[in-house]
Every structure is written in C-alpha cells, then in structure tokens.
C-alpha cells in the first residue's frame, strides 16, 4: 500500500484544520487542488459530520484530504472554580439575554471518529492536544493513512516518535487557535518556530512548520530551514471558502484590533486570538478546565456573533494575521507558495 507522501506536495502549504466553523469542506479541497494539502477539522462536531465533511470534500477534489483530531485530555476537575467562572459571567450573559452552557467533560467522540477514519481512509490524519494510541497510529497506518502529531516541545516530539506516527506539525508560539500543548496544565512552550523546528528536524525527515507564517519569504525561510511544508490557518480565514464567521472576519480587518494574546478565557485551554475585553476581563480569572468552559461560554459567544459585537466571542488568530487577504483560497496558496513552486 503506498502513503500519501509530505515530501511530494507541488505546493509546501499545509491548510490548517481549524475547528469551530472556518474549515470547510470546501476550502479542504481547493487548497489540495492549488497543490497543497488540505485539511478537514474532525474537532467539535459528531462522527456522523466529519463522515459527512469527508464525503463532501472528496466529491470536491481529487486531491489529498487530511482530517484532524483533538485527543481527548483527561478530566481537570476544578468544579469550584468552574462554578465560580459561572457566576463571573452570568451578568455578561445575562446582556446578551442566553444561559451559559452546561460545563460538561466530552471525549469529542473521539473512538466513533477513529472508526470513521478507518472506514473512509482520508489520505492524512493529524492529531492536536497528544497523541493517538500506539494501537490506533498502527491501525492507521495499517489502512494506508499517514499520522501526523502536532508537538509544541521536544518531549511530546519524543512521545509521539514512539507511538509510531509518520510525521509531525511542529507548532510555534505564534500559531493562531490552540496550543497543540499536550499536558493541559502546562504552561504553552514559548521557544521560537525556528527552535522548535530545529530540535523536531533532529528526530524526524518529514514536519511541517506552523505558527505565524504570513508571507511567501515566511514560507520560503521555514522551507529553506528543512521544513516539508508550512502549514497556515489565520491566512486562510478570509478566504472565500473558509466558514469564518462575519464578526470575525470584520476583527480581523478591523484596525481596532492591534494585537493577538494567548488566552484561556473562552475554552479553558490556551489559545491564541485577537486580543478584546473578553480576554482582558476574565483571563486572570479563567480556570484551566477544557472542555468545560468551552462548553459553557459557547451560548455567549455565539450570541455575541449573533449581535455583531466582536468584544464577547473569539477571534482565533496568529501574530501574522496583518497579512490574512481576502480572496480565493488557492490564489492564497498559489502567493504563499511562489517563492518555491516545486
Ligand atoms: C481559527 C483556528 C482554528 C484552529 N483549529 C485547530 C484545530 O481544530 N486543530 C488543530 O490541530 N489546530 C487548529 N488550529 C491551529 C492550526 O493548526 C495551526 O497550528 C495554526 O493556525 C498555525 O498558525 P497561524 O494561524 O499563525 O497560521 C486552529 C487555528 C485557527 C486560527
């Protein structure tokens, strides 16, 4: 059986799998037709979608399709403080006239997930917050798909080596979304893309670079330094295809926001976004508890978008975001890439 090989992409661009509403079927397809890989988020939605979602971008390319999973992280606890969390938010809930979400712990049916993958054998998989099974990789790998990690430190590079994945996603502190960390208590790694990438390069041939990269000479020196490939998100999310939501795509082009910070204020796990009073009110005060509190802000935030007002929901974003252009998804991939076309 022959794998989907990183090395042979014509285009050094992974599309990023981005959960939660920008990654669409659609633009999955059209960045693997520019040439690139595009990637599906498995995250957050039900095994009877992502099936769906790959069927869907099957029909659309003849192209290589990656799905990504978050492994499910064991249960935090911390229900005091997730209560407390609660009461914090009620009267900013209450403005937006919702209930919160319940706080629920969730596997994200995640064995369901890996029996679709199985059954429908997309050509890549990815996995974000650890890494699969040394079981499941093999049985992965058995059915012909390529395993990729996400790692944000040498350790879980070491961890992931030895369940046997294919290749890796070595995620910088720049990277838009959230922080692939595995431990969900940990503190996010903050080296460079640059010494992250170097220290995976000296376990692995085959990783991807990701984590603030905007232009073509970001993709050009991450290539040059023996990436395979970079993987983007924030400069897909203005693309046409991208399912990002319209108050987010006004945040990001609005000059009112000046920065991206790190927060755990709206899913309990660090992440990166454009920085609003959200984050500025409740991150001292936000416990680490995912996915409960994903759960349980998740009614505000789509209220939020809902009312237009970007200061109550998450803009996940990159410190490149400057760069996201409106704009076709393949003439992104194709200006991204056009300093090294293979
Ligand atoms: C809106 C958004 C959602 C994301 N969702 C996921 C996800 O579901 N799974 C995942 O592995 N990474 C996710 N990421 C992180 C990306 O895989 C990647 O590491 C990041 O986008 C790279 O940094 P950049 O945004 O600066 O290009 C997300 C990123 C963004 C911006």
Redesign the pocket.
């Known amino acids: 059986m022959t794998m989907f090989d990183l090395r042979e992409l014509d285009a050094p661009i992974v599309g ?5 509403g ?1 990654s669409t079927p659609a633009l999955a397809a059209a960045v693997s037709g520019a040439g690139g890989l595009g990637f599906l ?1 498995g ?1 957050l939605l039900g095994a009877d979608k992502l099936a769906a979602d790959i069927a869907t971008a099957r029909n659309l390319t003849s192209g290589p399709i990656g799905v ?1 999973l ?1 492994v499910p992280q064991f249960d935090t606890g911390r229900p005091e403080e997730i209560a407390g969390y609660a009461e914090e938010l009620a009267e900013l809930a209450s403005q937006f006239a919702v209930e919160l979400g319940e706080p629920r712990y969730t596997d994200d049916d995640y064995p369901a997930k890996i029996d679709v993958l199985l059954d429908l054998r997309p050509d890549v998989v ?1 996995f ?1 917050f650890g890494c699969a099974s040394a079981d499941d990789i093999g049985r992965l790998r058995a059915a012909g798909i390529t395993t990729v990690a ?1 790692v944000t430190t040498v350790d879980e590079t070491e961890m992931a080596k030895a369940r046997g994945v294919d290749a890796f ?1 070595a ?1 910088g502190p ?5 922080r ?1 960390t595995f431990d969900p208590l940990a503190e996010p790694a903050t080296d460079s893309l640059e010494v992250l990438l170097a220290a995976v390069l000296e376990r692995s041939d085959v990783v991807i670079a ?4 905007g232009t073509p000479e970001d993709v050009e020196r991450v290539v040059g330094l023996g990436a395979v490939a970079a ?5 897909l ?1 203005l693309s046409d295809e991208a399912g990002t939501n319209p108050v987010s795509r006004a945040a990001l082009q609005d000059k009112q926001f000046t920065e991206t910070a790190v927060t755990k204020s709206f899913s309990g796990r660090y992440a990166r976004g454009l920085k609003n009073r959200f984050m500025e009110n409740h991150e001292k005060t936000a416990p680490l508890a995912y996915p409960q509190i994903h759960y349980l802000t998740g009614p505000l935030r789509r209220a939020a978008v809902k009312a237009g007002d970007p200061h109550a929901t998450n803009h ?5 975001f400057g760069e996201a252009r409106p704009g076709a998804a393949a003439a992104i991939v194709e200006a991204l890439s056009s300093r090294i076309r293979r």
Not at 16 to 20: E, I, V
Not at 210 to 213: F, L, R, S
């Open positions: 990023a799998p981005m959960a939660g920008p988020a995250a990504n978050f990815s974000t996400t996603v995620q720049g990277a838009g979304g959230h692939g990701a984590g603030g990269i993987q983007v998100g924030t400069a999310l996940w974003a990159g410190t490149a």
